[in-house]
Protein backbone atom coordinates (compact mmCIF):
# COMPACT_ATOMS: atom_id res chain seq x y z
CA UNK A 1 0.00 0.00 0.00
CA UNK A 2 1.23 3.28 -1.42
CA UNK A 3 1.56 6.22 1.68
CA UNK A 4 1.75 9.73 0.68
CA UNK A 5 2.25 12.35 3.51
CA UNK A 6 2.38 15.89 3.55
CA UNK A 7 0.19 18.75 4.83
CA UNK A 8 -2.41 19.95 5.50
CA UNK A 9 -3.37 15.97 5.04
CA UNK A 10 -2.33 12.32 4.89
CA UNK A 11 -3.79 10.81 1.72
CA UNK A 12 -3.76 6.84 1.79
CA UNK A 13 -3.77 4.58 -0.72
CA UNK A 14 -7.25 2.54 -0.61
CA UNK A 15 -6.82 -1.16 0.43
CA UNK A 16 -9.65 -3.91 -0.49
CA UNK A 17 -13.62 -2.66 0.72
CA UNK A 18 -13.98 -5.22 2.70
CA UNK A 19 -17.42 -4.87 1.95
CA UNK A 20 -17.18 -5.32 -1.65
CA UNK A 21 -16.73 -8.30 -4.10
CA UNK A 22 -13.37 -8.39 -5.85
CA UNK A 23 -14.18 -8.13 -9.99
CA UNK A 24 -11.02 -7.11 -11.12
CA UNK A 25 -10.68 -5.23 -14.16
CA UNK A 26 -8.02 -5.71 -17.00
CA UNK A 27 -4.58 -4.33 -16.44
CA UNK A 28 -4.18 -2.33 -19.46
CA UNK A 29 -6.99 -0.01 -18.32
CA UNK A 30 -4.84 1.62 -15.87
CA UNK A 31 -2.21 4.59 -15.85
CA UNK A 32 -0.01 5.13 -12.72
CA UNK A 33 -0.58 5.64 -9.12
CA UNK A 34 -3.93 6.90 -7.47
CA UNK A 35 -3.50 9.35 -4.88
CA UNK A 36 -7.47 10.71 -4.97
CA UNK A 37 -9.11 12.88 -2.08
CA UNK A 38 -12.21 12.86 -3.90
CA UNK A 39 -15.16 10.73 -5.80
CA UNK A 40 -16.80 10.89 -8.97
CA UNK A 41 -20.59 9.67 -9.36
CA UNK A 42 -21.42 7.57 -12.24
CA UNK A 43 -24.76 6.69 -14.35
CA UNK A 44 -23.83 2.90 -15.29
CA UNK A 45 -26.71 3.91 -18.07
CA UNK A 46 -27.43 -0.33 -18.30
CA UNK A 47 -29.79 -2.41 -15.73
CA UNK A 48 -28.15 -5.70 -15.16
CA UNK A 49 -31.72 -7.69 -15.63
CA UNK A 50 -32.13 -9.44 -18.17
CA UNK A 51 -28.30 -9.50 -19.12
CA UNK A 52 -26.44 -10.24 -16.16
CA UNK A 53 -22.96 -10.40 -18.18
CA UNK A 54 -23.55 -7.11 -19.15
CA UNK A 55 -21.14 -5.88 -15.87
CA UNK A 56 -18.19 -8.42 -16.82
CA UNK A 57 -18.36 -7.23 -20.33
CA UNK A 58 -18.68 -3.52 -19.50
CA UNK A 59 -15.07 -3.73 -17.77
CA UNK A 60 -13.41 -6.18 -20.23
CA UNK A 61 -14.90 -4.38 -23.45
CA UNK A 62 -12.23 -2.61 -25.96
CA UNK A 63 -13.39 0.53 -24.76
CA UNK A 64 -10.80 2.82 -23.32
CA UNK A 65 -12.86 3.41 -19.83
CA UNK A 66 -12.17 2.04 -16.17
CA UNK A 67 -13.46 2.76 -13.19
CA UNK A 68 -12.86 1.41 -9.35
CA UNK A 69 -16.27 0.25 -8.36
CA UNK A 70 -19.90 -0.89 -9.03
CA UNK A 71 -22.82 -0.83 -7.31
CA UNK A 72 -25.71 -2.95 -8.39
CA UNK A 73 -29.63 -2.41 -7.83
CA UNK A 74 -32.07 -4.44 -5.55
CA UNK A 75 -32.68 -7.31 -5.68
CA UNK A 76 -28.93 -8.07 -6.46
CA UNK A 77 -27.56 -5.05 -4.59
CA UNK A 78 -23.79 -5.38 -4.17
CA UNK A 79 -20.51 -3.35 -4.08
CA UNK A 80 -17.84 -4.87 -6.90
CA UNK A 81 -14.70 -4.12 -6.71
CA UNK A 82 -12.47 -3.77 -9.62
CA UNK A 83 -9.45 -2.08 -8.96
CA UNK A 84 -7.19 -0.91 -6.10
CA UNK A 85 -4.66 1.93 -5.93
CA UNK A 86 -4.22 2.88 -9.40
CA UNK A 87 -5.94 5.72 -11.98
CA UNK A 88 -8.69 4.83 -13.96
CA UNK A 89 -10.43 5.89 -16.87
CA UNK A 90 -13.74 7.56 -16.26
CA UNK A 91 -13.75 11.37 -15.94
CA UNK A 92 -10.92 12.33 -17.93
CA UNK A 93 -9.09 14.88 -16.47
CA UNK A 94 -10.72 14.07 -12.68
CA UNK A 95 -8.93 10.50 -13.37
CA UNK A 96 -5.80 11.39 -11.30
CA UNK A 97 -7.80 12.66 -8.40
CA UNK A 98 -10.64 10.94 -7.66
CA UNK A 99 -12.14 7.16 -7.62
CA UNK A 100 -14.82 5.86 -9.85
CA UNK A 101 -18.08 4.79 -8.99
CA UNK A 102 -20.48 2.93 -11.19
CA UNK A 103 -23.97 2.87 -10.03
CA UNK A 104 -26.34 -0.04 -12.27
CA UNK A 105 -29.44 1.89 -13.45
CA UNK A 106 -30.28 3.77 -16.90
CA UNK A 107 -31.18 8.22 -15.84
CA UNK A 108 -33.39 9.13 -14.75
CA UNK A 109 -33.80 6.55 -12.94
CA UNK A 110 -33.37 7.23 -8.94
CA UNK A 111 -30.63 6.00 -6.56
CA UNK A 112 -32.39 4.65 -4.30
CA UNK A 113 -33.09 1.16 -1.44
CA UNK A 114 -30.43 -1.02 -0.64
CA UNK A 115 -28.12 0.76 -3.87
CA UNK A 116 -28.40 4.18 -1.65
CA UNK A 117 -27.49 2.16 0.93
CA UNK A 118 -24.52 0.84 -0.41
CA UNK A 119 -23.06 4.02 -1.90
CA UNK A 120 -22.91 5.72 1.81
CA UNK A 121 -21.34 2.39 3.51
CA UNK A 122 -18.81 2.72 0.39
CA UNK A 123 -18.36 6.37 0.57
CA UNK A 124 -17.96 6.32 4.71
CA UNK A 125 -15.28 3.37 3.97
CA UNK A 126 -13.55 5.56 1.31
CA UNK A 127 -13.29 8.44 3.64
CA UNK A 128 -11.97 6.54 6.41
CA UNK A 129 -9.49 4.25 4.27
CA UNK A 130 -7.67 7.30 3.08
CA UNK A 131 -7.78 9.16 6.66
CA UNK A 132 -9.72 12.39 4.82
CA UNK A 133 -9.99 14.69 7.90
CA UNK A 134 -12.50 17.13 6.08
CA UNK A 135 -16.48 16.38 6.22
CA UNK A 136 -17.90 15.21 2.76
CA UNK A 137 -18.75 18.38 0.40
CA UNK A 138 -20.23 18.49 -2.72
CA UNK A 139 -17.17 19.09 -5.36
CA UNK A 140 -17.05 21.60 -8.34
CA UNK A 141 -14.43 21.26 -11.34
CA UNK A 142 -10.87 22.96 -10.06
CA UNK A 143 -7.17 21.69 -11.45
CA UNK A 144 -7.41 19.28 -8.48
CA UNK A 145 -9.77 17.21 -6.22
CA UNK A 146 -10.00 18.90 -3.21
CA UNK A 147 -10.38 16.47 0.08
CA UNK A 148 -13.63 14.82 0.79
CA UNK A 149 -15.37 16.01 -2.57
CA UNK A 150 -18.18 14.25 -4.39
CA UNK A 151 -18.24 14.61 -8.22
CA UNK A 152 -20.32 13.80 -10.82
CA UNK A 153 -18.97 13.08 -14.16
CA UNK A 154 -20.11 16.30 -15.75
CA UNK A 155 -18.20 18.12 -13.26
CA UNK A 156 -15.25 17.28 -15.20
CA UNK A 157 -16.54 17.18 -18.99
CA UNK A 158 -19.12 18.21 -21.18
CA UNK A 159 -21.50 14.48 -20.92
CA UNK A 160 -24.58 13.54 -20.27
CA UNK A 161 -23.95 11.51 -17.48
CA UNK A 162 -25.01 13.46 -14.15
CA UNK A 163 -26.22 11.66 -11.54
CA UNK A 164 -26.53 15.17 -9.85
CA UNK A 165 -28.33 16.98 -12.30
CA UNK A 166 -30.46 14.18 -13.51
CA UNK A 167 -31.85 13.98 -10.23
CA UNK A 168 -31.06 10.59 -9.92
CA UNK A 169 -29.02 11.66 -5.96
CA UNK A 170 -29.57 14.27 -4.23
CA UNK A 171 -26.51 15.75 -3.15
CA UNK A 172 -27.72 17.39 -0.41
CA UNK A 173 -29.46 14.59 1.24
CA UNK A 174 -26.29 12.40 0.45
CA UNK A 175 -23.96 14.81 1.95
CA UNK A 176 -26.48 14.87 5.11
CA UNK A 177 -26.39 11.75 5.18
CA UNK A 178 -22.84 10.93 5.37
CA UNK A 179 -22.52 13.42 7.87
CA UNK A 180 -24.67 11.53 10.34
CA UNK A 181 -22.65 8.34 9.83
CA UNK A 182 -19.50 10.05 10.41
CA UNK A 183 -20.85 10.38 14.03
CA UNK A 184 -17.84 12.95 14.95
CA UNK A 185 -15.71 15.08 12.96
CA UNK A 186 -12.05 14.08 12.86
CA UNK A 187 -10.00 17.03 13.68
CA UNK A 188 -8.22 19.42 11.03
CA UNK A 189 -4.67 19.06 10.42
CA UNK A 190 -4.17 22.54 12.29
CA UNK A 191 -6.65 21.58 15.25
CA UNK A 192 -4.59 17.95 15.80
CA UNK A 193 -1.32 20.66 16.04
CA UNK A 194 -2.99 22.82 18.73
CA UNK A 195 -4.10 19.54 20.28
CA UNK A 196 -0.68 18.08 20.53
CA UNK A 197 0.68 21.60 21.83
CA UNK A 198 -1.55 21.52 24.99
CA UNK A 199 -0.52 18.33 25.59
CA UNK A 200 3.42 19.12 25.66
CA UNK A 201 2.63 22.46 27.74
CA UNK A 202 0.69 20.07 30.29
CA UNK A 203 2.99 17.30 30.04
CA UNK A 204 5.96 20.39 31.00
CA UNK A 205 4.06 21.54 33.62
CA UNK A 206 3.77 18.15 35.36
CA UNK A 207 7.16 17.82 35.11
CA UNK A 208 7.89 21.32 36.78
CA UNK A 209 5.89 20.86 39.78
CA UNK A 210 7.19 17.43 40.35
CA UNK A 211 10.89 18.56 40.03
CA UNK A 212 9.48 21.58 42.44
CA UNK A 213 7.88 18.82 44.88
CA UNK A 214 10.84 17.05 45.39
CA UNK A 215 13.09 20.27 45.78
CA UNK A 216 10.87 21.57 48.06
CA UNK A 217 11.07 18.09 50.15
CA UNK A 218 14.44 18.84 51.18
CA UNK A 219 15.10 22.71 51.14
CA UNK A 220 11.97 24.32 50.41
CA UNK A 221 9.10 26.09 52.51
CA UNK A 222 5.01 25.49 52.69
CA UNK A 223 5.12 29.73 51.38
CA UNK A 224 7.97 29.19 48.56
CA UNK A 225 5.49 26.01 47.21
CA UNK A 226 2.48 27.93 47.02
CA UNK A 227 4.19 31.25 45.33
CA UNK A 228 5.63 28.48 42.48
CA UNK A 229 2.15 26.99 42.08
CA UNK A 230 0.80 30.27 41.08
CA UNK A 231 3.88 31.26 38.78
CA UNK A 232 3.63 27.70 37.12
CA UNK A 233 -0.12 27.91 36.71
CA UNK A 234 0.08 31.62 35.23
CA UNK A 235 2.47 30.95 32.81
CA UNK A 236 0.38 27.58 31.39
CA UNK A 237 -2.77 29.97 31.17
CA UNK A 238 -0.27 33.04 28.94
CA UNK A 239 0.89 29.76 26.65
CA UNK A 240 -2.69 27.66 26.20
CA UNK A 241 -3.74 30.83 24.86
CA UNK A 242 -1.32 31.13 22.31
CA UNK A 243 1.35 34.06 23.70
CA UNK A 244 4.06 31.78 23.26
CA UNK A 245 6.98 31.04 25.10
CA UNK A 246 7.99 33.90 26.71
CA UNK A 247 6.82 33.94 30.30
CA UNK A 248 4.59 37.12 31.82
CA UNK A 249 6.31 39.53 33.64
Same mark, same amino acid.
Given at each position: /???????????? &????????????????? !????????? =? +????????????????? $?? *????????? %??? @????? #? &? #? @??????? =??????????????????????? &? @?????????????????????????????????? +??? /?????????? /?????? =???? $?? @??????? &??????????????????? *????????????????? %??????? /??????? !????????? =???????????????
Amino acid at each position: /MSHWKGPPFDVM &APARCPDAIWLPGPGWK !ISGVLEATG =V +TLHSAEYDLDPDDKILF $NA *LHSERKASW %HFT @ITKDP #F &A #F @IFQHYED =VITWHCGPGNPYTIGIELEGVAP &A @IVEGPQYDLLVRLLKWIKEDRGWSRVWHRGRQTA +TAW /MSSIYEHQDW /MNTSCA =VFSN $NQ @IDPVKLI &ADLKEEDMAEIPTYEEHKK *LERRVELLEEAARARAF %HEKWLAT /MGTASES !IRWEQYIDK =VQAWRLKGNGWAPPA
